[in-house]
């Protein structure tokens, strides 16, 4: 059954992301020395950490925390790959955030939530370094209605190894009911462009924002799979985590979106040759095209309708569900059809993967596309990459 926060979601809209390598010394052996190039250039406190290592002396924590250049951290598909739940440190807490490139505010239920908003989710605790920011709110509405605001601290965050001690947290006040009824997740994690971070009067900078520089590269990848672990990978790119080439196309942030723009989309294989813009947002669940496209895909499937109670389309659960692709460069990316088969709507139909932007004049590609892919969003360009998993 499609569960009713899906339903509203999508009635209103459908938003809602190194082995050390060891040197096999032999005896006798000549080193090249060869300058360092400045792509590849590490933090300082990242040689003097290195250095304390080879020595077996301990590494103080500010010199790891500085040194820190990748990090990994699992992310975790709810029932039916709903939204990903990622553990993050902040300040004393251990919370499950959602890590969504179409937002850029970190924020989390917190000891400012009324407690009736707050039961059944893990909340901030300020570590007692934190500080409070002066005369500083917040307020964020979604394109699914949700919404929350609040007041905002500076404290210590960790994500998968990866450390800044000055983020901006945003401890929520007041949250709406989506939020208070979805108990798997106690926040969000921005990783848009800081650029639509909503803090007043100074807005933040997100977490990406605050390390990418100590990063071994200034990008990030998502690495979301259907019904299984996955990962969000900071600082590096890893080729046993796709097969082929990464396909990179230009980003235009001037929105505060990962925005890219697909040469072409195919729907069973049938180039439609029209191109479609759109976002990159690991915090939607479905991906949400324009009306024509999403006309087009549904007349592949006999009993294909759209169902006002359902708020979209809706076909016979056993139906042969075609896959829908784009083209970035000379890569395609697929979307399996069982994808697309998306979630029960009850009795024997089926609820579709695919449905209306309602007009917001961009496309949203979320996690039923991006759970195909492996998904590099990098800074330098801006640029964003796909692969095949
Ligand atoms: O939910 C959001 C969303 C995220 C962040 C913000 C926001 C407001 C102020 C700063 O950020 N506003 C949104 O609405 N979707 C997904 C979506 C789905 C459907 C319709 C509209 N949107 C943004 C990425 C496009």
């Known amino acids: 059954m499609v569960s009713n926060k899906l339903v509203a979601a999508l009635t209103a809209y459908s938003a809602v992301a190194a082995a050390v390598p060891v040197a096999s010394q032999t005896k006798g052996f000549s080193l090249v020395q060869e300058a360092i190039p400045k792509s590849s250039y590490r933090a300082p406190a990242a040689h003097l950490a290195k250095a304390l290592t080879k020595f077996g002396a301990p590494v103080p924590a500010h010199v790891a925390a500085a040194a820190a250049s990748t990090g990994s951290v699992t992310t975790n598909p709810s029932d039916g790959d709903e939204e990903y739940v990622t553990k993050v440190t902040v300040g004393d807490s251990t919370l499950n955030l959602d890590f969504d490139t179409g937002s850029a505010d970190l924020w989390a239920f917190s000891a400012d939530t009324p407690s009736s908003e707050r039961s059944g989710h893990n909340y901030y605790k300020p570590s007692d370094s934190a500080t409070k920011v002066s005369g500083a709110s917040w307020d964020i509405s979604y394109g699914d209605g949700s919404s929350a605001s609040g007041s905002v601290y500076k404290d210590t965050v960790t994500v998968g190894g990866v450390t800044f001690d000055a983020q901006a947290v945003e401890a929520a006040s007041s949250v709406s009911s989506e939020f208070t009824q979805d108990t798997s997740i106690d926040g969000l994690l921005g990783l848009a462009f800081s650029s639509i971070n909503t803090v007043s009067p100074t807005p933040q900078k997100t977490f990406f ?181």
Do not use: M, R
Request: contains cysteine; charged residues 20%; hydrophobic residues 35%.
């Open 209 to 389: 924002d605050n390390v990418k520089s100590s990063l071994d590269k200034p990008l990030f990848v998502a690495i979301l799979k259907h019904d299984t672990a996955g990962s969000y990978d900071f600082g590096f790119t890893d080729d046993s985590k796709y097969s082929g080439d990464i396909a990179y196309t230009d980003v235009d942030s001037s929105q505060g979106f990962w925005s890219f723009t697909a040469d072409s989309y195919s729907i069973d294989g049938q180039d439609a040759g029209s191109s479609i813009d759109g976002i990159a947002d690991t915090g939607t669940t479905l991906v949400l095209l324009d009306d024509d496209v999403v006309e087009a895909y549904y007349e592949t499937i006999d009993s294909a309708q759209y169902d006002d109670s359902q708020g979209g389309y809706v076909f016979d659960c056993d139906a042969d569900v075609p896959d829908f692709a784009i083209t970035v460069g000379d890569y395609t990316a697929t979307i399996p059809g069982d994808y697309i088969n998306f979630a029960s709507a009850g009795s024997s139909t089926c609820y579709g993967g695919i449905q209306s932007n309602s007009g917001i004049g961009f496309s949203i590609f979320g996690d039923v596309f991006l759970k195909s892919q492996y998904v590099v969003f990098d800074a330098s360009g801006p640029q964003i990459g796909f692969a095949a998993q």
